[in-house]
């Protein structure tokens, strides 16, 4: 391996890192702030594998229903197309984005609801989670968010990922991973 690519795997490591601080990090705000007992909001993070995931559709719904519970956030969600058969890796970046996405909302959006749509179309699966918060400039930092993970996650399985928000209007995240 050259040291670009050395270079390149570290950065991709340190992102992911970056991204598993923040979660762990929002995961103890949420718990200090909402006064939620600590076994019931650790349910919540629980590590997750490729073989974990037995029915994608089925796990990001548990992950909305928990999220409900724990936040009073309204969710809804809306899946099109087979979505069993894809890849393990797929599936995990769908699942770990959707959980990030969920994971800012809490913190960040003071929203009060979240709509998550699934779709898969033409050889690809499309993500969208929106959410009717505050927003945010994009033009702004994004580091700390989460963002720069969900980002990554996308790039490793050569998908693609981007940001629609704007201050008071909400904010609405897209991946599109190769089915």
Same mark, same amino acid.
């Given at each position: 391996?050259?040291?670009?690519? #050395? $270079? ?5 490591? *340190? +992102?992911? %890192?970056? =991204?598993?601080? !923040? ?42 229903? #928990? $999220? ?5 956030? *309204? +969710?809804? %969600?809306? =899946?099109?197309? !087979? ?27 003071g929203a009060s ?17 929106a959410d009717d ?47």
């Amino acid at each position: 391996m050259d040291g670009a690519a #050395r $270079f390149n795997q570290r950065d991709a490591l *340190a +992102t992911i %890192l970056i =991204t598993a601080i !923040n979660i762990i990090a929002g995961f103890l705000i949420g718990v200090l702030q909402q006064g939620v007992p600590f076994m019931e909001a650790l349910k919540t993070y629980t590590v997750l594998t490729v073989g974990d995931i037995v029915e994608l559709s089925a796990a990001i719904e548990e992950q909305l229903r #928990r $999220f409900k519970a724990q936040y009073g956030i *309204a +969710t809804q %969600l809306s =899946t099109d197309g !087979n979505l069993d058969d894809l890849g393990s890796d797929q599936q995990l970046v769908l699942y770990r984005v959707t959980q990030e996405a969920l994971n800012n909302i809490a913190r960040h959006a003071g929203a009060s609801n979240v709509a998550v749509e699934i779709a898969r179309v033409d050889g690809h699966v499309d993500l969208e989670v929106a959410d009717d918060g505050v927003g945010f400039d994009v033009g702004h930092e994004l580091r700390g968010l989460g963002l720069d993970g969900m980002a990554e996650r996308a790039r490793l399985v050569e998908g693609r990922f981007e940001v629609d928000a704007a201050p008071g209007r909400g904010t609405t995240l897209r991946l599109r991973v190769p089915a």
